[in-house]
């Protein structure tokens, strides 16, 4: 299905919701015009306006002139933004994209009153440069709104299909997971400057690394333990270094931290009376 003349409104222009308005205009498909962005503080929205963006404080009035919404704020402040653009809702032409963290379909059906389309979506922000993975669920929606949604998200990176009970976890695997990824790219630059690499020389010999060994696993569509094979031999530098890491806690701690993650997103929305 086509996605032009569509217009949009993202409601919360966040890091989140910055980063989906600039990937959606990279895949070629929408202009900076049909795309609306709302935040409490313009001032915030100051240089993706430059861009041609358009730029409101006022919810109702983006939602008024959308075809499809996507919500991007804060848990907490959901319920209120509901409430202030229900007037302005319309179940016959608005499709409802979700990417807040912990809310089910039904808490937003619930929420307006009416029968509205949405689909819960979780990008991260490598959507900015169309490398996203994107967990789509929800089947509150007509087949060609799925396919709509699909459709955006496959533009500006990877989607795969999920159960709706399986969205908080994609939020710890796959959102939080940019920062677990970066924070170990950071660890890797931090010891090649220890022996001795100056800082951006180590930072971009670790980035390039990270890259190469996710686009391995992509690429041949092989468990990680496959590459770490063809890398390590009896005796050698690798496999003494991974054995020291493991002996830290390396893969331990990555596993905690998504567990924890996952908890803590399913305790971020509390639906207000």
């Known amino acids: 299905m086509s996605t032009e003349k569509k217009k ?60 499809i919404v996507v919500l991007s704020v804060l848990p907490q402040q959901l319920d209120g933004v509901l409430d202030t653009i229900a007037p302005s809702i319309d179940p016959q032409r608005h499709l409802f994209v979700s990417i807040v963290t912990g809310v089910n379909v039904a808490d937003i ?3 307006v009153g009416r029968e509205v389309q949405v689909i819960r979506a979780m990008p991260n922000t490598a959507i900015a440069i169309r490398e996203s993975m994107t967990c789509i669920a929800g089947s509150k929606a007509t087949p060609e ?10 533009a500006v990176g990877e989607t795969v299909e999920i159960e709706e009970e399986l969205m908080t976890s994609a939020t710890a695997l796959c959102a939080c997971g940019i920062a677990f990824f970066l924070r170990s790219i950071r660890a890797a630059t931090q010891g090649g400057t220890e022996i001795g690499f100056h800082a951006a020389d180590a930072l971009r010999m670790a980035a390039q690394t990270a890259k190469g060994a996710a686009s391995l696993l ?34 331990s701690a990555m596993i905690k931290g998504i567990k924890t993650s996952s908890l803590k997103a399913e305790q971020l929305y509390h639906k207000e009376k």
């Open 8 to 67: 949009v409104a993202i409601l919360g222009g966040g890091n989140m919701g910055v980063a989906l308005a600039r990937g959606m205009v990279a895949s070629g498909k929408y202009q900076p015009a049909d795309i609306t962005l709302t935040r409490r503080t313009l001032r915030s929205l100051d240089s993706i306006a430059v861009g041609g963006f358009q730029v409101t404080t006022d919810n109702a009035k983006a939602v008024a002139g959308a075809d």
């Open 109 to 111: 059906v619930y929420r």
């Open 145 to 154: 709104n799925q396919a709509l949604v699909r459709e955006i998200f496959g």
């Open 218 to 251: 992509l690429h041949f569509q092989s468990h990680p333990e496959n590459e770490i094979d063809k890398v390590t031999s009896p005796k050698g530098c690798t496999i003494a270094g991974l054995n020291e890491m493991e002996h830290h806690g390396f893969s």
